[in-house]
């Protein structure tokens, strides 16, 4: 569905308003100031431990799982298992998503019948999770035994043994490791994990993380006529990403980037935004996740509350109390900070051209702002957690990012999270040789149309 955006129009203040207004300000712009103040001497004088991103790769899958959307429209015919009414609905959904036809799932849902079974999302997992690490290990010519944290995350699979254990297992890593698996996270979860290992490295100064995220779509493919719960089949795709973290200062010359922000946010106690990504059983006992009506809605709320929390952390100050200014003395205005000013580049996650286009209207991108992001969910869909990392590999790829260059990533998962992570690029970044984007980088951007057609006349 086509969805008419409005933007809030700029507000500037010239210097001479802003002087008038501090002249005549009271008390609460006396105190936002000396807080002001308070805040950059401390900023500037505290110790503390620097924590930097080494390396990270996205997991691309072989040309054999391409997934064509007359293909997955034929196969969900061919099956039988549901009938034309949601066979038309997921074409609708399909026409207007934003996906290419160049999208991946596993082998397994292609086959007919259906597969859907333990062994399967256990191969599915382990070719993305393995592949990914393997990459990224070779790559940075690291032995496995060298990392001191692994977490892993995967919000619908979640066997016993762990993930964690289960890559432990593979790359044979040491027994004091400290390891972590999270599931039921959602697509938030790729900067939940950032925000855990930022953690753990600053209390264990000195050590290596390496993080894992991917979702498995073998557990959650639905094959059923509830229409909430269709939407996963028509925009969740194959993905994975490995990401490498150090709190060595030895390790600052290799680095990419250094973490400077993670804000988290959480509105589960919210009834509403609890339900609004929820997995569950329909009137038939199948098995699928509900996607409702509300999620948009409920993403601009919490977007709203984290945005509230991390402004004073990134903003620059005379654009933070112009901000202020004008709650105070026009509370009725439209006026937004301009994030522009504090960061260079954005990695939204990929959850669906909806929620591209909100981010878009709500922090007044351009077109090139959401450019990475939109690019993405073309070329790999959504690829939950990781999807973040896809965004940023595509940055990297045109060579965008310069030393100095602030990277915003910021995620909505179900619970219902939005969590956000501030990178500041402290060298040149040239793609990898093994960056998924960069042999066929040169035709993108590509003209994504609004809608188009997969069914016959």
């Known amino acids: 569905m086509n969805q008419t955006i409005h933007k809030a129009s700029p507000i500037s203040l010239t210097m001479s308003e802003l002087t008038t207004l501090l002249s005549s300000s009271g008390s609460i712009l006396k105190i936002f100031i000396s807080l002001l103040v308070f805040h950059l001497v401390y ?12 390396d990270f790769t ?49 082998p397994s849902l292609t086959e007919i019948p259906l597969k859907k079974s333990l062994s399967s999302v256990q191969t599915e997992t382990m070719t993305t999770i393995f592949t990914s690490v393997e990459d990224l290990l070779k790559k940075n010519k690291l032995s496995p035994r060298s990392i001191d944290i692994l977490i892993t995350n995967c919000s619908l699979h979640a066997p016993t043994p762990s993930l964690s254990a289960m890559v432990i297992n593979k790359f044979h890593m040491r027994s004091n490791i400290k390891s972590f698996s999270l599931s039921g996270m959602g697509c938030a979860a ?29 557990t959650h493919w ?61 009137s038939e006992l199948k098995q699928g996740v509900s996607i409702t009506k509300d999620v948009i809605t409920v993403a601009g709320d919490v977007l709203k509350m984290n945005l509230t929390t991390l402004g004073p952390l990134v903003l620059p100050y005379l654009e933070l109390l112009q901000y202020v200014i004008r709650k105070i003395y026009k509370p ?17 996650h990929t959850g669906g051209r909806a929620v591209i286009q909100a981010m878009e209207m709500n922090l007044n991108l351009k077109k090139e702002d959401i450019e990475p992001s939109k690019m993405t969910l073309h070329r790999f869909g959504n690829t939950s957690s990781s999807s973040v990392w896809y965004a940023l590999s595509y940055l990297e790829a045109k060579r965008r990012v310069k030393r100095g260059d602030k990277v915003l990533q910021i995620a909505f998962g179900s619970g219902f ?41």
Request: hydrophobic share 35%.
């Open 332 to 348: 009725s205005s439209s006026y937004r900070p301009n994030f522009k000013k504090a960061f260079e580049h954005f990695c939204i």
């Open 58 to 106: 996205c997991y691309r899958a072989p040309d054999s799982n391409r997934l064509p959307m007359s293909t997955l429209l034929e196969t969900i015919y061919l099956a039988n298992q549901i009938d034309q009414e949601s066979i038309d609905f997921q074409a609708r959904i399909l026409e207007r998503s934003w996906l290419s036809n160049q999208t991946s799932i596993p």
């Open 190 to 218: 790729g900067i939940l994990s950032v925000s855990l290992a930022n953690d753990l490295l600053k209390v264990h100064k000195g050590s290596l993380a390496l993080i894992v995220s991917t979702e498995a779509l073998n």
């Open 43 to 54: 900023q500037r004088v505290r110790r503390r431990v620097k924590v930097y991103l080494l």
């Open 222 to 282: 639905y094959i059923g006529k509830d229409r909430s719960m269709l939407l996963t089949n028509c925009l969740f795709r194959m993905g994975a990403a490995a990401v490498l973290m150090s709190s060595n200062d030895q390790d600052r010359g290799n680095a990419k980037y250094e973490l400077l922000h993670v804000v988290r946010t959480n509105k589960a106690k919210d009834d509403r935004a609890y339900r609004c990504i929820y997995q569950d059983i329909d």
């Open 417 to 457: 999270k939005c969590n956000s992570a501030v990178w500041r690029c402290i060298r040149e970044v040239e793609p990898d040789t093994d960056n998924k984007w960069l042999d066929f980088i040169e035709s993108y951007p590509v003209d994504v149309p609004d809608s188009v057609s997969i069914r016959p006349c």
